[in-house]
């Protein structure tokens, strides 16, 4: 696959701000000499599912903790909503975040983790009780909501901290490997809550080593190699986009494009 023919992050087509629910530019993170995310640009829509693909320690996990104000960029902008993160008490309003390992307190209940977390978002009590009900009866936890979280598998603490994510209806959700730990049941709960989301115009930034849930759900991909946004485009576009120009899978397409730029690399580090 050639690399010029997939869209660059920093030529493509712009959207009205307005309507854009994450924009960044030149967004970047160093880590003394290590480069961990380098001048990201995106410009992803409201009601969205932008999936943000890599191989391992590509720089995902570090931009989404950028994303939702837990970690600042070294240089570039970023704005959530049109709210710039240097506003974070606004952008938290705005987004919900379900990180790889949910941020739970082992000693509470699944039911008081909820509780606590809709306390923390300013939930009106009877407002926040028929959404926690709502959403542990969706995921099957109502049984095991009064157990302590330090009781439960994977799976159950992935749907807590997912639950926790959305309690406050955020307008922007970012999930990082949503489906690890479920089972295939739960896992297709989580897949048609997401579609659910959108529906309803929420934005989903996505990020998942299971290529076929973003083949399934995203309006958009993204595939960041060593920090740099490398290729962007439908799932669709990207398929066609391989180097037979044949109509191909996601997973070979991904593999193609990032082994397209490990090749540039190497062949201009020998020319240097």
């Known amino acids: 696959m050639n690399p010029d023919s997939l869209t660059d992050g920093r030529d493509r087509e712009r959207g009205d701000d307005t309507a854009l629910a994450i924009r960044t530019t030149d967004l970047t993170k160093r880590f003394g000499d290590h480069v961990a995310v380098d001048h990201l640009d995106l410009?992803?829509?409201?009601?969205h599912v932008y999936g943000f693909l890599g191989p391992n320690g590509a720089g995902k996990t570090t931009t989404m903790r950028i994303l939702t104000t837990l970690l600042p960029p070294t240089e570039g902008t970023a704005t959530i909503m049109g709210t710039p993160l240097t506003d974070r008490e606004a952008v938290t309003r705005h987004i919900g975040y379900l990180p790889e390992d949910p941020p739970v307190y082992e000693e509470l209940t699944g039911r008081e983790q909820l509780?606590?977390?809709?306390?923390l978002h300013d939930i009106p009590d009877d407002v926040g009780t028929e959404r926690i009900e709502d959403l542990l009866?969706?995921?099957?936890?109502?049984?095991?909501?009064?157990?302590?979280?330090?009781?439960?598998?994977k799976g159950m603490r992935q749907k807590i901290g997912l639950i926790q994510a959305l309690l406050h209806e955020p307008a922007v959700v970012f999930l990082d490997e949503p489906t690890s730990g479920l089972d295939p049941r739960a896992a297709r709960t989580v897949l048609d809550v997401i579609e659910e989301l959108v529906d309803e115009e929420t934005t989903v930034f996505l990020s998942t080593h299971i290529l076929s849930v973003v083949d399934e759900l995203a309006d958009t991909i993204g595939v960041l190699h060593e920090g740099r946004l490398v290729a962007e485009g439908s799932p669709a576009d990207l398929k066609r986009r391989a180097k037979t120009g044949e109509e191909r899978t996601l997973e070979q397409a991904f593999l193609e494009v990032t082994a397209d730029h490990r090749e540039a690399e190497d062949t201009a580090e020998v020319q240097a």
């Open 137 to 153: 009866g969706r995921f099957d936890m109502t049984d095991d909501a009064d157990r302590r979280i330090s009781t439960y598998s």
């Open 43 to 47: 410009a992803i829509p409201q009601g």
């Open 115 to 119: 509780s606590y977390a809709a306390f």
